[in-house]
């Protein structure tokens, strides 16, 4: 997995509330049988019409958004299905930091096994930096996972919470089933045990 | 011994390890895999030279993308995508040794109806699968939920999670409901109350008389839309019906496997005064037949409503609204039961059972759906479509000029042929109405079967108590 620790990037506005993971990647592209490949068409629906054309006033087709690394995005990001495809079409399109007041919880988890830091902030922080983003490449938002902040273009510095084992996994591109893997004592015990106590299973 | 929520119990009695800092790896009991989420993940162990910890206790079965026209053991009924994402199943189901039901076994269907079918869904269980409508399986008292394609990887390679605890909220409905009204309209309900982000950070267990009057088909439709709350999982405490209704099945417990599972199922409740973060109380006569106007579930009203202004909402919402009310092509101010429909479809893990298709079979019997209706019922499962030919369900649905169906996701998710057109308008008994989630610019409003079924009959979205009128 890659590792996150400093970004400073370009960020785009989707004040939308809401942001479904079929919005972010439409099922029609769930029949890969891969992982990589899906940045082109993440926001299908609504970056291209029907014909495949791009959508003009779609941020991420806007020429300032073209290499945004950032979202900032409204309220219950990620929410509906499970499909981690969201989080890989997001990473391949080349963001690795999404902004919002909140996350749905698969969604949330799946970022950080594809080396995406989602960061919850109040939504007043959250409208200070969807202004900031709303200027386009001449304003870089900072993130430093190690420090838990993020900088404006201004200045203003917001400090952010993220769960310690999750920051050390995605600090160090850590594999989860490795990591699992060395306590398999513990799982060979609980596994003997429970096959005594509730044997039906 | 400090008191405990139902998911207290479950939780504590599955937990394999746990870091200074509350990370704990959650055994899990059975892991249901379909053909969608899951490719990656096995790949992802042939490329570290892992294997599968538990096949035994590992169901895999083919469902979002299968065509459910009755032509489909013919292969060109689907795309060479379709068909290399389930040949990859097949051949890692095998590889692997999974419990494995095909396309071709009857038991095949959808993976949330097929697991409580089976006998796999038992009280007390950790079940996952890589499908947020996971939830479902709680109506047995099981710990249920979604989880993403690295975390099947996790599970297939380890048996377990890595977790941190939820929150536990109380979601009661009290009382009685009244005619007419159904499981999906109180979990609509609960949706509307809590928004969609409401349940986030928490396990919601559902109780109270109305939940307890509940056959076990209403109760996986109860805890299957938990997710549409945000919430992790949705629990039921198991009871009687919960145990009848396991009994006998393929994969559980007999003899006296069953009286020892029996002894621990009984203590699966909280407890009087368990402590509880959050609690919604409903009242079950107050709970109307509901639909979505809009394109979250949260957009959910009772069938006697309005179609509400964007200036009735507040903050993000605003815009959200104004964006649904014209990506559903309405009128702010029109009362929903003047909006006209040109599909019906009844079926999904949400209300794909039999008591769901006996619903609709009770509206629709000696009728004829409107002219020019698109109208389609999707069983839940092989053995459902069998039951529902046995009970003569199967000829009502044809008679009133439904097209009915071989199991599986179907115009749910649209990831196989059955999807709406643009513009198309569907009175759906599925999940979510999002933007193109049943086709490109398509228009979902959800509601219980009975209400499809009345829909379908007249053309437009109808109060059920109204329909003899």
């Known amino acids: ?201 | 011994m400090s008191p405990k929520t139902l998911y207290d119990k479950i939780w504590d009695a599955h937990v394999a390890h746990e870091a200074d800092d509350g990370t704990c790896l959650l055994y899990i009991d059975r892991h249901l895999v379909h053909e969608v989420t899951s490719p990656q993940a096995f790949e992802g162990l042939r490329m570290t030279g892992r294997t599968v910890r538990r096949p035994d206790q590992t169901i895999a079965v083919p469902d979002h993308n299968v065509p459910t026209t009755l032509d489909r053991a013919n292969a060109a009924t689907m795309t060479e995508d379709s068909r290399v994402q389930v040949a990859a199943l097949d051949t890692n189901a095998k590889e692997f040794g999974l419990h494995y039901y095909p396309v071709s076994d009857v038991r095949q269907g959808i993976v949330h109806i097929v697991g409580p079918e089976q006998g796999w869904t038992l009280p007390g269980m950790t079940v996952v699968c890589g499908d947020s409508h996971t939830a479902t399986h709680g109506a047995f008292g099981s710990l249920a939920h979604g989880i993403g394609t690295s975390e099947v990887e996790h599970v297939l390679a380890t048996q377990t999670l890595i977790q941190k605890k939820s929150k536990n909220m109380k979601v009661e409905i009290t009382g009685k409901l009244a005619p007419g009204v159904t499981a999906k309209d109180i979990t609509m309900t609960v949706i509307g109350e809590t928004g969609t982000a409401g349940g986030t950070g928490y396990v919601i267990e559902y109780c109270g008389e109305a939940i307890r009057d509940l056959s076990m088909e209403g109760r996986m439709t109860v805890c299957n839309m938990a997710i549409e709350g945000g919430a992790r999982a949705g629990l039921i405490a198991p009871d009687d019906k919960t145990f009848e209704y396991c009994k006998g099945r393929p994969h559980a417990p007999k003899g006296a496997q069953w009286e020892a599972a029996m002894g621990w199922w009984k203590t699966l409740y909280s407890d009087d005064d368990a402590h509880w973060d959050k609690v919604i109380t409903i009242k079950g006569e107050d709970i109307a037949p509901a639909v979505t106007w809009g394109t979250s579930p949260e957009d959910v009203l009772p069938i006697t409503a309005k179609v509400p202004a964007a200036s009735d909402f507040t903050g993000g919402k605003v815009d959200a609204a104004k964006r649904a009310i014209e990506y559903m092509g309405l009128t702010e101010g029109m009362a929903l039961t003047d909006i006209e429909i040109d599909t019906v479809f009844i079926g999904s893990c949400t209300n794909g059972r039999i008591e769901d298709l006996r619903a609709a079979a009770a509206v629709l019997k000696g009728k004829k759906i409107k002219e020019g209706m698109r109208a389609m019922i999707v069983p839940g499962s092989g053995l459902v479509r069998a039951q529902a030919e046995e009970e003569g369900l199967a000829d009502i649905f044809k008679d009133a000029g439904f097209e009915w169906r071989l199991a599986g996701c179907s115009m749910c998710l649209a990831m196989n042929p059955d999807q709406l057109a643009p513009g198309e308008r569907c009175a759906s008994t599925s999940n979510r109405n999002f933007e193109g989630r049943q086709g490109f610019k398509g228009r979902t409003h959800l509601m219980s079967p009975a209400m499809a079924a009345a829909a379908a009959l007249t053309g437009r979205l109808t109060d059920i108590r109204q329909l003899d009128a």
């Open chain 1, 1 to 201: 997995m890659n590792k996150f620790d400093k970004l400073s990037g370009i960020a785009a506005p989707m004040p939308m509330v809401n942001i479904d993971t079929d919005m972010i990647i439409p099922k029609q592209f769930l029949k890969t049988i891969k992982r990589s490949g899906l940045g082109v068409n993440l926001f299908d629906e609504m970056r291209y019409d029907r014909d495949g054309n791009e959508v003009p006033d779609f941020v991420l087709n806007k020429p300032q958004y073209r290499e945004t690394q950032i979202l900032v995005a409204g309220d219950n990001f990620g929410c509906g299905s499970s499909r981690e495809h969201a989080p890989w079409a997001i990473a391949d399109f080349g963001i690795t930091c999404v902004i919002a007041p909140s996350f749905a919880d698969i969604f949330y988890s799946n970022c950080f096994k594809n080396g995406i830091l989602p960061i919850a902030l109040p939504q007043e922080q959250v409208d200070l930096l969807m202004k900031d983003a709303e200027k386009g490449s001449n304003a870089r938002i900072e993130v430093d996972l190690e420090a838990q902040t993020i900088t404006s273009s201004d200045g203003d510095v917001f400090t952010f919470q993220v769960d310690a084992f999750k920051k050390h996994c995605l600090m160090n591109g850590l594999d989860d089933i490795g990591l699992t893997m060395e306590k398999a004592a513990s799982i060979d015990s609980f596994e003997s045990a429970a096959a005594q106590a509730r044997p039906w299973v």
